[in-house]
């Protein structure tokens, strides 16, 4: 089993800033890339950020220069730094990471809860 818990989500004025952190848990062999989701209403998940086990890394346009992300591979967590957010910045953040477990053969996609970031005009 392995599991993928966020935390950081929360509510901020245009502007502000938010981080969010996730730590992954369980019967982990290896992780490849680790990164952020998020789904607005009405919308599909899109892809936010991605960080690869060599710390490459991949993000949207539309966050580029306003979040970081970073990982700690000897923990098994990744963050993202958020900030100047925007009203359309609103959205359920998704924690994921492509994981290998112990006795298995390949890597698998795993998602976290999801944390709500909400940012008011």
């Known amino acids: 089993q392995v599991q993928l818990v966020e935390s950081g989500g929360g509510l901020v004025q245009a502007g502000g800033s938010l981080r969010l952190s996730c730590a992954a848990s369980?019967?982990?062999?290896?992780?490849?890339?680790m990164g952020w989701y998020r789904q607005a209403p009405g919308k599909q998940r899109e892809s936010v950020a991605i960080?690869?086990?060599?710390?490459?890394?991949n993000y949207a346009d539309s966050v580029k220069g306003r979040f970081t992300i970073s990982r700690d591979n000897a923990k098994n967590t990744v963050s993202l730094e958020m900030n100047s957010l925007k009203p359309e910045d609103t959205a359920v953040y998704y924690c994921?990471?492509?994981?290998?477990?112990?006795?298995?053969?390949?890597?698998?996609?795993?998602w976290g809860q999801g944390t709500q970031v909400t940012v008011s005009s």
């Open positions: 994921y990471g492509k994981i290998k477990q112990y006795m298995l053969a390949t890597f698998r996609d795993y």
């Open positions: 369980g019967s982990i062999f290896s992780i490849n890339s």
């Open positions: 960080i690869t086990i060599g710390g490459s890394t």
